[in-house]
Each structure stands twice: as structure tokens, then as C-alpha cells.
């Protein structure tokens, strides 16, 4: 098959060659697309150049009659301005046509507080997409930058001129020991808080002060840190079988308390300022529908 080039076609007259070889009538094809029939009878005698052959010949009773290079154009015509018809509409909304993989990166805690109810609503409603959960690396947002994730879900707080990012919700903290401790059937001090053995969740190296850590030193005070961690819910389940306390976000916390009978939570006993979790993404996915519809599910 020769090769054609495309650049020295016109493709307008695809649209005028479909009405000719349906109508089989110069006159009927123009008003269908909204041309005068002079108009049409030009397109005509040009599609005839373009494709070698006269495509309609006279027949009876006033119409043509498509010849055998006609009768062959016809069905893959059809095709093809469907699939440009497609091409340019607006991409489907219909979760239920959602197709491919949306990638998350985020801590366990998101995971855990955030991330299963969402879950469910996809599982639901959008069965045809896969999310691919990935452990999000200190406060990293390259992987956004990247086009290696579609979301991330973090108290990292930064602003950047390529990411979008959405408060999904404000946290404060609470103090999580195990049921059993000395301690947990009384409202902690803040000498006693100070003093207690902490198990701390750490995500970078070397290790910072984290929020707390931060809060407590502006006013010269410092926890007793003995453990160190990257996981959230690996340091609740170091306190629940050891004499160690471990300073959560309330909301896992909580959740924590609910699943094992063997945590117990306290109010922290320093006003320490709330935080945010957001939600990040890139400004290349603000008006990609299956994000867009990704990002509702989150503040549903």
C-alpha cells in the first residue's frame, strides 16, 4: 500500500463524502451538512480527485448509485469519524466507564484514618479503576512533579506553583500507651508526659524534631525519647506491649483505641496548634475526569 500524506489532503471533505455516499443525492447530501448544493457538487468533484474513482454514478430516479470503491469507503468512513467524534468530545464522567490505574502516595496513617471508605466508593462505583497505595518518602512531593503519582495525602506543608493542593482535614494529637501502663487511668501531666518514655515517629534521616518535638522546645521543654519509628502503626503496636507512649494524630488514635483493647488514648496535656492533611496533586490533572471525580470522593 503506498504511503499517503496526509498534509496535502483536505479532511474536511470527509464529512461531505459521508452525506454523498448515504444520500446518493447532491442536493439532499448538502443540506444535511449544511452546504448549497455548488458547494457540494465541488466537494464532489474534488473527492473524486482524491480518491481516483467518479465514488456515484447517475442511477434511477434522479439518485446515484455508489460504485464498488464507493460501497467500500462507506463502513470504514463511518469508523473513522466516530472515532474522531470521540477523539474530541468531552472524556466520559461515568465512573462506571473509568478505566486504568490512579496512584496514591501517602503514610500509614493516611492510609488508615483517610483512605478505606474511599476505597469502597471506587470498589463501588468505579470497579474498572485500580488505586496503587505507595509509601510517600519523608515529605517528597518530586513524585507529583514526576508524573510518578496522581495524588498525594500528607501533613507535608508546601506551596508549589505546579501542585494544586486541598485541606482534607485539621488534626490535633493524642497521647496512645498501652492499657495496661501505670498511667493510663489518670489525666496525664505535663511533667509526667515529659517524663514518660517516648516512642516517636520519625520519617527522615538524620532525624528532626518533628511538630511536638518543634512545639515543646520553643518553650524549653523536651520528651524523653527512647524509640524511634517510620511507621505509625508499628510504634502503636511498640507502646501497646511496653511501658512506652506514643503521641498520635487523634484520629488514628482513636481508631486505634476502637480495634485493640489493649491501647488506651489520653488527651495530650499541652495545647499543642492543630495541623493539616491535604491533598495534593499537579495542575497537568485539574481537568482530568477521573481525577477531578477522585477528588470529590476524598471530601465526600
Given at each position: 500500500?503506498?504511503?499517503?500524506?496526509?498534509g496535502s489532503l483536505d479532511l474536511n471533505l470527509l464529512v461531505p463524502l459521508?452525506?454523498?455516499?448515504?444520500?446518493?443525492?447532491?442536493?439532499?447530501?448538502?443540506?444535511?451538512?449544511?452546504?448549497?448544493?455548488?458547494?457540494?457538487?465541488?466537494?464532489?468533484?474534488?473527492?473524486?480527485?482524491?480518491?481516483?474513482?467518479?465514488?456515484?454514478?447517475?442511477?434511477?430516479?434522479?439518485?446515484?448509485?455508489?460504485?464498488?470503491?464507493?460501497?467500500?469507503?462507506?463502513?470504514?468512513?463511518?469508523?473513522?469519524?466516530?472515532?474522531?467524534?470521540?477523539?474530541?468530545?468531552?472524556?466520559?464522567?461515568?465512573?462506571?466507564?473509568?478505566?486504568?490505574?490512579?496512584?496514591?502516595?501517602?503514610?500509614?496513617?493516611?492510609?488508615?484514618?483517610?483512605?478505606?471508605?474511599?476505597?469502597?466508593?471506587?470498589?463501588?462505583?468505579?470497579?474498572?479503576?485500580?488505586?496503587?497505595?505507595?509509601?510517600?518518602?519523608?515529605?517528597?512531593?518530586?513524585?507529583?512533579?514526576?508524573?510518578?503519582?496522581?495524588?498525594?495525602?500528607?501533613?507535608?506543608?508546601?506551596?508549589?506553583?505546579?501542585?494544586?493542593?486541598?485541606?482534607?482535614?485539621?488534626?490535633?494529637?493524642?497521647?496512645?500507651?498501652?492499657?495496661?501502663?501505670?498511667?493510663?487511668?489518670?489525666?496525664?501531666?505535663?511533667?509526667?508526659?515529659?517524663?514518660?518514655?517516648?516512642?516517636?515517629?520519625?520519617?527522615?534521616?538524620?532525624?528532626?524534631?518533628?511538630?511536638?518535638?518543634?512545639?515543646?522546645?520553643?518553650?524549653?521543654?523536651?520528651?524523653?525519647?527512647?524509640?524511634?519509628?517510620?511507621?505509625?502503626?508499628?510504634?502503636?503496636?511498640?507502646?501497646?506491649?511496653?511501658?512506652?507512649?506514643?503521641?498520635?494524630?487523634?484520629?488514628?488514635?482513636?481508631?486505634?483505641?476502637?480495634?485493640?483493647?489493649?491501647?488506651?488514648?489520653?488527651?495530650?496535656?499541652?495545647?499543642?496548634?492543630?495541623?493539616?492533611?491535604?491533598?495534593?496533586?499537579?495542575?497537568?490533572?485539574?481537568?482530568?475526569?477521573?481525577?477531578?471525580?477522585?477528588?470529590?470522593?476524598?471530601?465526600?
Amino acid at each position: 500500500m503506498r504511503e499517503v500524506n496526509l498534509g496535502s489532503l483536505d479532511l474536511n471533505l470527509l464529512v461531505p463524502l459521508k452525506a454523498l455516499l448515504e444520500e446518493g443525492h447532491v442536493t439532499q447530501a448538502a443540506e444535511k451538512v449544511g452546504l448549497s448544493q455548488p458547494a457540494m457538487s465541488r466537494a464532489l468533484q474534488r473527492l473524486r480527485v482524491m480518491f481516483g474513482d467518479p465514488l456515484l454514478v447517475r442511477g434511477s430516479g434522479g439518485r446515484m448509485t455508489r460504485t464498488a470503491r464507493g460501497n467500500e469507503l462507506l463502513k470504514p468512513l463511518l469508523d473513522v469519524l466516530h472515532e474522531v467524534s470521540h477523539l474530541i468530545a468531552s472524556p466520559s464522567v461515568d465512573p462506571a466507564d473509568m478505566r486504568g490505574e490512579v496512584v496514591i502516595a501517602s503514610r500509614d496513617y493516611e492510609m488508615a484514618a483517610l483512605m478505606p471508605s474511599m476505597i469502597a466508593r471506587v470498589s463501588k462505583e468505579a470497579p474498572g479503576l485500580t488505586l496503587s497505595l505507595r509509601p510517600l518518602v519523608g515529605d517528597d512531593l518530586s513524585p507529583l512533579e514526576e508524573n510518578r503519582v496522581d495524588f498525594v495525602v500528607a501533613g507535608t506543608d508546601r506551596s508549589l506553583a505546579t501542585l494544586t493542593r486541598r485541606t482534607l482535614l485539621r488534626e490535633t494529637f493524642v497521647c496512645v500507651l498501652a492499657s495496661d501502663h501505670e498511667l493510663a487511668q489518670e489525666p496525664l501531666t505535663l511533667e509526667n508526659y515529659l517524663a514518660m518514655k517516648h516512642c516517636v515517629v520519625s520519617f527522615s534521616e538524620p532525624h528532626t524534631p518533628g511538630f511536638v518535638d518543634r512545639f515543646l522546645a520553643e518553650r524549653g521543654q523536651k520528651r524523653n525519647i527512647r524509640v524511634r519509628v517510620p511507621y505509625f502503626l508499628a510504634a502503636a503496636q511498640i507502646v501497646a506491649n511496653s511501658d512506652l507512649v506514643v503521641t498520635l494524630p487523634r484520629q488514628l488514635g482513636l481508631h486505634l483505641e476502637q480495634q485493640q483493647s489493649n491501647l488506651k488514648t489520653l488527651p495530650l496535656p499541652v495545647e499543642v496548634p492543630p495541623f493539616s492533611i491535604f491533598l495534593y496533586w499537579h495542575i497537568r490533572n485539574q481537568l482530568n475526569p477521573i481525577h477531578s471525580w477522585l477528588r470529590d470522593l476524598f471530601f465526600a
